[in-house]
């Protein structure tokens, strides 16, 4: 009958990023190393620099901003 077996639930598959960061203590060096680099952009970025410098050090820093945001987001869903 249906419903009335058990049910095997599937193995949902993790990176291993994803198995490191339930680590607190490696989220949280993760994120302070990521914050400080941003600070670090951001400062270089006011006392201005080159303009191909400058296209580069926007990347890095929409990318260390990506890296921010998901590892916040690994937290909220652990």
Do not use: C, P, W
Not at 62 to 73: D, E, F, Q, R, V
């Amino acid at each position: 009958m249906f419903g009335l077996g058990k049910e095997k639930k599937a193995k949902v598959f993790e990176f291993e990023l994803e198995k490191e960061l339930k680590d607190d203590a490696i989220q949280k060096r993760l994120m302070q190393k990521a914050e400080s680099r941003v600070l670090e952009i951001k400062g270089i970025l006011r006392q201005g620099t080159e303009q191909e410098n400058f296209e580069r050090l926007g990347l890095l820093l929409h990318g260390y901003s990506a890296l921010l945001k998901t590892l916040s987001n690994v937290n909220i869903n652990k």
